[in-house]
């Protein structure tokens, strides 16, 4: 193992790489109780999903370990899911089927643009400010959904939104767990997501909102998961055009930043911050949304989490190794995770959205053409309950700003061929 990952040539070793494996699964581990619980809304089992999201993770991350040697792990993405559920299925009525199925077309997709490296020109044609806004969006988007899931926040007919009942119920004991939580992320505790998570659904028993059902045993045999569920009847419709390329766009974007931010912060990359046996990466990335496509979750992607094995000393492959391993013995321990009530993952919706969220920063808000479109992206993410319409929102806002500040000759093709789809969309819709 020491040859095959090049542990000493990248100043490591094998015990350095099982702890940074270890710290990066305690650091992902939520999503094992935050997913199932998400996707339940949809209709689908949560049981079947807990599988499919463990599997899922597993595949992809050994297929990281083994072909790109980089310590990074994967799993079903927080935001993707949201938008599986709350957009396309909740709100656009499409059935989670069809919803499946353009995750698996989407990762088809990605498999065949990482092959022949078309992912730069893609890349290169949705404005640098728009990436990031894309990403803050989406944090304020699962924050908001974690205070809803909460009771925090609730329907007021006269506003819209107000607060909820804050002294009794799932409010409470959310609120209790965030405060663990924060506290817990701010002293960097390895883990403290999951442990905020495990602590929060403890505190929950009192208060009646962990419910444990009889006979009940933290281990069991994995349930069979939703095995190629696909829908192959609406492929053709915008509906599931704008499904299809709002997971492919987050998918790209959410995958090469993580690959650069991971590599960098393990002193991974070459001197123009090229990331090492990227295309390798990529296709892990694609590989794993097929997998948990074919098995029943939303689409994989690679985690900003695995900074945390980073920082705990990974460097190569054996790192992801260890991280994938865990993650199919914690398919024998589903009950423990589907115990988690939505209480109990609301912290940390609310904390990932506070990481999100971070990207913000690096947005120029005094280039008006730039800051008002990105500034549209992320508000109408929250606003319109849906990650669809803050990148159609956002791309228009640019196209009509570049054209009237006479800088319509900026714009890349691809981003004009997209603005033309989406305002066709406003006037046939």
């Known amino acids: 193992m020491e040859k095959f990952f090049k542990m000493k040539e990248r100043g490591t070793n094998l015990r350095r790489e099982i702890v940074?494996?270890?710290?990066?699964f305690l650091a992902m581990a939520y999503i094992l109780a935050v997913n199932p619980g998400m996707l339940a809304n949809t209709g689908m089992n949560a049981s079947a999903v807990f599988t499919a999201t463990a599997l899922a993770a597993a595949v992809a991350t050994l297929v990281m370990a083994f072909t790109a040697n980089l310590p990074i792990a994967l799993a079903p993405g927080m935001?993707?899911?949201?938008?599986?559920?709350?957009t396309v299925v909740i709100g656009m009525g499409i059935s989670w089927q069809t919803a499946l199925?353009?995750?698996?077309?989407?990762?088809i997709l990605f498999i065949i643009l990482s092959f022949f490296n078309v992912r730069e020109s893609i890349i290169k044609a949705i404005p640098s400010n728009l990436k990031k806004a894309v990403a803050a969006g989406i944090g304020l988007f699962i924050c908001f959904i974690g205070f809803q899931n909460a009771g925090i926040i609730v329907n007021n007919d006269a506003t819209l939104v107000g607060l909820g009942n804050l002294t009794q119920g799932s409010a409470v004991v959310a609120m209790i767990g965030l405060a663990i939580t924060a506290v817990?992320?701010?002293?960097?505790?390895p883990g403290s997501i999951l442990i905020g998570i495990l602590i929060t659904t403890i505190i929950g028993l009192p208060f009646k909102v962990t419910l444990i059902p009889q006979d009940w045993s933290p281990v069991s045999v994995p349930a069979s998961p939703l095995l190629f569920q696909f829908d192959f009847s609406n492929i053709f419709s915008f509906e599931f055009f704008a499904v299809f390329f709002t997971f492919l766009f987050v998918d790209i974007f959410d995958t090469v930043g993580t690959l650069v931010g991971v590599a960098s912060e393990a002193h991974l990359t070459d001197s123009n911050g090229n990331v090492p046996r990227v295309k390798q990466a990529l296709l892990?990335?694609?590989?794993?949304?097929?997998?948990?496509?074919?098995?029943?979750?939303?689409?994989?992607?690679?985690?900003?989490?695995?900074t945390a094995g980073v920082a705990a000393g990974g460097?190569?492959?054996?790192?992801?190794?260890t991280t994938?391993?865990?993650?199919?013995?914690?398919?024998?321990?589903?009950?423990?995770?589907l115990l988690v009530p939505a209480a109990a993952t609301a912290p940390a919706l609310i904390i990932v959205g506070f990481l999100m969220l971070k990207s913000v920063t690096a947005i120029d808000?005094?280039?008006?053409?730039?800051?008002?479109?990105?500034?549209?992206?992320?508000?109408?993410?929250?606003?319109a309950y849906s990650i669809a319409e803050g990148i159609v929102w956002g791309i228009i806002t640019y196209v009509v700003m570049k054209t009237a500040t006479g800088k319509a000759k900026s714009i890349p093709v691809l981003t004009w061929v997209l603005f033309v789809v989406f305002v066709l969309r406003l006037i046939l819709a």
């Open 20 to 24: 940074a494996g270890l710290t990066t």
């Open 79 to 86: 935001g993707l899911n949201a938008f599986f559920t709350f």
């Open 101 to 107: 199925t353009a995750v698996f077309l989407e990762g």
């Open 184 to 189: 817990l992320f701010a002293l960097k505790v």
């Open 284 to 306: 892990s990335d694609a590989i794993g949304t097929v997998a948990g496509a074919c098995l029943g979750t939303s689409t994989v992607t690679s985690y900003v989490e695995s």
């Open 315 to 321: 460097r190569t492959g054996a790192t992801a190794l």
């Open 324 to 337: 994938g391993v865990l993650f199919l013995l914690a398919l024998f321990l589903s009950p423990l995770f």
């Open 365 to 383: 808000f005094n280039n008006v053409s730039e800051g008002l479109s990105a500034f549209i992206t992320i508000v109408m993410m929250p606003f």
